[in-house]
């Protein structure tokens, strides 16, 4: 069962959230990342995400099975939007069902951390003064991930 996916589209974080529902279930924990209007001082109008699909499948699917191994949860997942985003719409969801809140929330967090860190999603930004760049993790010293 694929527990990472990269959507080109919109998609339903109470469908997502749904395939977690278990009776052993007594904690989950989500994040979900949105497009914000500006990064380190500068205004943004819009941004694009683009992966390299096979092996960001592959290496989200890696950190999603690190999660079950590490911490005590039942299932976790992902979804990574790619394409053109406008200024508030969602980019990422993380879901982590567990028996307990205290494994949910750690989990979450180190999914989605890593995810951030490993997997090859490159986000490029357009500024509201034209200019645009292209980011990734490692390129935003001092930036919270």
Not at 49 to 75: H, I, Q
Not at 93 to 102: K, N
Not at 106 to 115: F, G, L, N, Q, W
Request: aromatic content about 10%; glycine content about 8%; hydrophobic content about 45%.
């Amino acid at each position: 069962m694929k527990r990472f996916a990269l959507s080109e589209t919109p998609f339903d974080t109470a469908a997502l959230r749904a395939q977690l529902l278990d009776d052993r279930v007594g904690g989950y924990a989500s994040f979900e990342g949105w497009v914000r209007d500006h990064n380190q001082g500068r205004a943004v109008r819009t941004l694009r995400y683009e992966a390299y699909a096979a092996l960001a499948e592959t290496e989200g699917e890696r950190v999603l099975a690190e999660a079950l191994e590490k911490f005590d949860v039942l299932d976790a997942r992902c979804v990574h939007r790619v394409g053109d985003l406008a200024i508030g719409e969602l980019a990422v969801w993380v879901g982590v069902a567990a028996a307990h809140r205290d494994a949910a929330f750690a989990a979450c967090r180190y999914v989605i951390d890593e995810i951030k860190a490993r997997v090859p999603i490159w986000k490029h930004e357009r500024y509201a003064d034209g200019d645009a760049g292209w980011l990734h993790p490692e390129t935003n010293a001092g930036e919270p991930r």
